[in-house]
């Protein structure tokens, strides 16, 4: 029931309670008067007609509280049935409310988890980012090692335009290609002779020696690593053309130096047909 209905049941009983007490006020006074006219013997006509009027209203009075009376019954009996009703919705009203404060609790928990989860996604996407970031690094390095790799080269000992003899020398003698074919990487020195290794890797080395035939003084160079002799090349006969060859495979540190080495008391040909050469590339990096 509505607020307006519980309004209109309260003024219906307040009408008729005030309607029961207005018929007592007047049922007392109607008595007296008529007991005054029988004790007066009616001393007029109009007292007679007044004491009708007023039992006329008296038992208006009473059919009214007859009639009354009923209807408070009623609006009470309403009223309680009402109130029960609004128990009713009232206990509804709150096991709705309950469900409401659970679902929120329970949404609350939802939003919770999925901020959890967005978080922990945010820390693997940049996991992810910092990975590709370093992956792409990585990239340019092996990019540029892979340009590195590219090492090769190849010298005849000669200058062009120049002939003869290298030694012999009462020492040792670091002898310097000047002659340039390739030099792919610039790890070859052409002013020292020397070759350093920029990667650490096999690299394969090969030479080739000439001379003229003198018993006295054969023709002798050695590969040198580090200051160490690897192999040699040896040619030694009394009279002609003589030559020699020799190569190895050898892994290299980064920084360790290649070059070829003339014995002491020993000498070496060339000239524009270029017979002597030092040549040597990068096999693989490792």
Known sequence: MTMKSVVSLLVLLHCCLSGAQVHRDRDGVSGNEIQQVDYEDRESRGNDIQADKQRAEAAASTHSQQTCQPDIHTVLREMSNMLAEQRVELSHTKTELGAM???????????????KRNEAQAVKLISMETRSNITESHVEVLKRNSQDRKLAFSASL?????????????TGTTLVY??????????YNPTTGIFTAPVRGLY?????IYGGGDNSVPTTAALHKNGHQLAIAHARQASGGISSSNGVS?????????????????????????????????????
């Open 101 to 115: 404060e659970a679902r929120l609790t329970a949404s609350e928990s939802q939003v919770e988890e999925l901020t």
């Open 158 to 170: 000669a200058a062009p335009g120049q002939h003869g003899d290298t030694g012999p020398f009462n």
């Open 178 to 187: 000047r002659n340039i074919y390739s030099n792919i990487g610039n790890a």
């Open 204 to 208: 394969l080395f090969r030479f080739y």
């Open 250 to 286: 050898v892994v290299l540190e980064v920084g360790d130096v290649v070059y070829m080495h003339l014995w002491a008391g020993r000498k070496i040909y060339d000239d524009g047909y270029r017979h002597s050469t030092f040549s040597g590339h990068l096999l693989f990096t490792m």
